[in-house]
T-cell receptor
Framework: GAVVSQHPSRVICKSGTSVKIECRSLDFQATTMFWYRQFPKQSLMLMATSNEGSKATYEQGVEKDKFLINHASLTLSTLTVTSAHPEDSSFYIC????????????FGPGTRLTVL | LAKTTQPISMDSYEGQEVNITCSHNNIATNDYITWYQQFPSQGPRFIIQGYKTKVTNEVASLFIPADRKSSTLSLPRVSLSDTAVYYCLVGDRMIYNQGGKLIFGQGTELSVKP
């Protein structure tokens, strides 16, 4: 099956710093990737759609200047949390669809961000 | 995407069959029903997908009545390792194989006890 990886798996940072999270499709190309955020005991909330070669599309209520998304290649999307604060602490998950031959989206293992 | 409604939580014991029902009254003609499983601190994992009647794979069965307004995920003989959150999603198949937005509902937290 298709594999999506994320790096790092967990990160702890100080308030005010920026953190970059990588999402890679290991054995397929993805023109579109998605970023989700999940707080404890809650469901996944879609943050944005990452489009290769173009600007990301953000869901209502998500600050595009705070959550910078770059989709520089067909296998890599990055999410940068700028000037992180404790309320940004969450579990961040990405997903991608391999396309023809598959009927599912594949999710990365997630990144646990803790802002002190 | 059609809105889905699931029980918030369910309890079961090892060895029992577990059935989780999802309501999706506004399902569209082209919509497929997909179930994902999520363990704590992991990304969701695809379990099963179906359009009508019954679908079975090595992990679960999916029962869909003729009106398709609901579906039931059946997990046979659960074990402790099946403790997870199960999400029911409804959407056009293109969302999955061409990369469209997935909107997750609250899911069902299944707790399997010894």
């Amino acid at each position: 099956g298709a594999v999506v990886s994320q790096h790092p798996s967990r990160v702890i940072c100080k308030s005010g710093t920026s953190v970059k999270i990588e999402c890679r499709s290991l054995d397929f190309q993805a023109t579109t990737m998605f970023w989700y955020r999940q707080f404890p005991k809650q469901s996944l909330m879609l943050m944005a759609t990452s489009n290769e070669g173009s600007k990301a599309t953000y869901e209502q209520g998500v600050e595009k200047d705070k959550f910078l998304i770059n989709h520089a290649s067909l296998t890599l999307s990055t999410l940068t949390v700028t000037s992180a604060h404790p309320e940004d602490s969450s579990f961040y998950i990405c997903s991608a669809a391999p396309g023809t031959g598959y009927n599912e989206q594949f999710f990365g293992p997630g990144t646990r961000l803790t802002v002190l | 995407l059609a809105k889905t409604t699931q029980p918030i939580s369910m309890d079961s014991y090892e060895g029992q069959e577990v059935n989780i029902t999802c309501s999706h009254n506004n399902i569209a003609t082209n919509d497929y029903i997909t179930w994902y499983q999520q363990f704590p601190s992991q990304g969701p994992r695809f379990i099963i997908q179906g359009y009508k009647t019954k679908v079975t794979n090595e992990v679960a069965s999916l029962f869909i009545p003729a009106d398709r307004k609901s579906s039931t995920l059946s997990l046979p003989r659960v074990s402790l390792s099946d403790t997870a959150v199960y999400y029911c999603l409804v959407g056009d198949r293109m969302i999955y194989n061409q990369g469209g937005k997935l909107i997750f509902g609250q899911g069902t937290e299944l707790s399997v006890k010894p």
